[in-house]
């Protein structure tokens, strides 16, 4: 019983730590809207960028869709976080590009 029971919490606190994922599908009507504001943009940068975004961000706090914020405060965010996450400046690029064309869908 005591095995199962240590399994159990172990099994648990694995679930929590795990990299959240959003449930954001990126398209290519995306891929376009990005191109509009980031030259060079594409779907697999903003795929990317979902990846950076999920992998860095959810590291450390649940992630914000990113309907929750404008870009402005997107930017803000970023440029805050990228530091205290020690992710490079293409890195911020990326996940901002990401969040910003999500943001207005």
């Known amino acids: ?3 199962i029971s ?3 919490v172990s099994l648990l606190l694995l679930a929590a730590c795990a ?3 959003t449930a954001v599908v990126i ?5 376009n ?3 509009a504001k980031y ?10 960028g979902k990846m950076l975004y999920e992998d860095n961000c959810g590291k450390c706090h649940g992630l914000k869709s990113p309907s929750a914020y404008n870009e402005e405060q997107w930017g803000k965010h970023v440029k805050r976080m990228a530091p205290k996450a020690k992710i490079d400046k293409p890195t911020e ?4 590009q990401y969040v ?5 869908k």
């Open 33 to 35: 809207r990005a191109s």
């Open 27 to 31: 398209s290519d009507a995306d891929a």
């Open 19 to 21: 990299a959240k994922k």
């Open 93 to 96: 690029d990326l996940i901002l």
């Open 1 to 3: 019983m005591k095995t």
């Open 6 to 8: 240590i399994l159990t």
């Open 39 to 48: 030259p060079g943009a594409t779907l697999a940068t903003l795929q990317q």
């Open 100 to 104: 910003v064309t999500m943001s207005g």
